[in-house]
């Protein structure tokens, strides 16, 4: 018997894999943070002599979540009903222009221990100071991608800057076992000059490491692009090099006409898809349906706690169904397993982790979640036969208070409900202590500036 060996077993375990293959009373083996065996418990147990097991009892175990673009920050609830123009230049833009690092660290950790507990194991976070993101990831125990919000243009100089992004690469990319990523960012194509352009795809391809940005999420935005360039955004991004890099993953994408969807199929792109984010600004409904059935891997993401208001990406999935609806006016357009596949395999290939990550198969990181099945949101439960709904009640029903264990790396994160890794009493505590020195700077340099802050560059 060895320590690096536990076996997980439950009264299903989703794989996730090509086949969305179910296991009922199934089990994992995990041996030093990798999936070392799946299937029945009683076969498990049997090619594994002596190995522990852990019996989760009325759980049911699937992939931990991948949620595809998010921001730390704690600007929850404190900007609302407001459209995204004026909710940038009032808010979010004066934010960045006075955070300080331990604040940024400070958020960074209530978000990840938040997604712990909501069952999502990895995170990519366009953050800023991400040396304090990469700190708490390291101790708290989440899978990143963090994603430097950088901003390379006179105009947007309080952001991140690419320097910054390239010693961030340097300190942290693939660490702790891969589990810490870097990827190359651009809070936006206009947030940067030509030059900057060109260095953020240098870089990329230079580190073999993706690249993430906002783009096409308001119809203002494509105005934008025209004026500007006399072309839609995916044609511009493509003029200028982005799809050259390893990986290109838009945020949101809700815009993109026929013709974009058709140029980028089969380009080295994805997308994260918002749609609590796009219903909350109004930005509009991406055509997910479309860039599926294009090749491009789509995953789900709850923006920011200010775009949101939550990290729940169990949520995330039943809007992003739900939303799937209305945008196609018919019940079908995408079924609990194709969204259940976007919140893990999906996601996890949008984020070129899907030979690491997203399902439950041998040799794949232990990255397990467990959700409990003896609640009245998953009452009934069918294991099988004619009213099987398993899957929907996993995307309709379960919320992520639901679940009950988390495990990352084959190392138990949350257990009971509770973060093991810890303090979260005193992650809270450490947010009302800073929060206050944040929305006083803002309110004072929103107070000297007027108000009169520029969006976007006309250059
Ligand atoms: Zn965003």
Redesign the pocket.
């Known amino acids: 018997m060895t320590d690096t060996k536990l076996i997980l077993a439950a009264d299903a375990l989703l794989t996730m894999d090509a086949d969305n293959r179910v296991v009922m009373d199934g089990a994992v083996l995990v041996d030093g943070g990798i999936i070392a065996a799946v299937g029945t418990l009683k076969d498990v147990v049997a090619n594994n002599p002596g190995v522990k097991t852990k019996h989760l009892r009325n759980t049911v175990l699937l992939p931990g979540l991948v949620n595809t673009?998010?921001?730390s920050g704690f600007l929850r609830g404190t900007a609302e009903y407001l459209p995204v123009w004026d909710w940038l230049t009032q808010h979010i833009n004066p934010m960045h222009r006075v955070l300080q690092p331990h604040e940024a660290e400070a958020a960074s950790w209530l978000c990840y221990a938040e997604s712990l507990l909501g069952g999502t194991t990895t995170i990519v976070d366009?953050w800023r100071y991400m040396d304090g993101s990469a700190k708490a990831a390291k101790e708290i125990g989440n899978r990143l991608v963090a994603v430097p919000y950088v901003g390379e243009h006179p105009d947007y100089n309080y952001f991140d800057t690419l320097d910054m992004n390239e010693a961030m690469i340097e300190t942290w990319h693939r660490k702790l076992d891969g589990r810490i990523n870097l990827w190359v960012g651009l809070e936006h194509p206009f947030y940067s000059d030509d030059a900057g352009h060109r260095r953020a795809i240098d870089m990329a391809k230079r580190y073999n490491t993706g690249f993430h940005t906002?783009c096409s999420?308001a119809r203002i935005e494509v105005d934008g692009f025209v004026k500007r360039y006399g072309k839609r955004p995916m044609f511009v991004l493509d003029d200028i090099g982005f799809f050259e890099t390893p990986l290109a993953m838009i945020?949101?994408a809700v815009w993109l006409d026929p013709d974009e969807i058709a140029m980028i199929s089969g380009k080295r792109v994805s997308v994260?898809h918002?749609p609590v984010?796009n219903m909350k600004l109004a930005s509009g409904i991406a055509n997910v349906r479309e860039l599926l059935d294009a090749g491009v891997p789509v995953g789900v993401?709850t923006?920011?706690e200010k775009?949101n208001n939550n990290f729940d990406m169990f949520e995330e999935m039943k809007v992003a169904s739900l939303l799937g609806k209305l945008r196609y006016d018919t019940v079908q357009p995408l079924d609990s397993w194709e969204v259940l596949r976007m919140g893990t395999i999906t996601g996890a290939r949008a984020i070129g982790l899907d030979h690491e990550i997203g399902s439950i198969e041998t040799g794949k990181r232990a990255d397990i979640i467990a959700v409990r099945a003896d609640t009245p949101r998953m009452t009934p439960f069918f294991r099988d036969g004619p009213y099987a709904n398993l899957h929907h009640n996993i995307v309709h029903a379960v919320r992520g208070s639901d679940v009950s264990l988390t495990m990352v790396d084959g190392k138990i994160l949350v257990e009971e409900g509770d973060l093991k890794t810890a303090d979260l009493k005193a992650i809270i505590a450490q947010v009302h202590k800073v929060a206050p020195g944040l929305f006083d700077r803002r309110a004072a340099f929103l107070a000297e500036s007027k108000g009169d802050m520029v969006q976007w560059t006309t250059s």
Do not use: L, R
Request: glycine residues 14%; charged residues 20%.
């Open positions: 673009h998010v921001h366009m906002h999420e945020a949101h994260a918002n984010s993401g923006d920011g775009e």
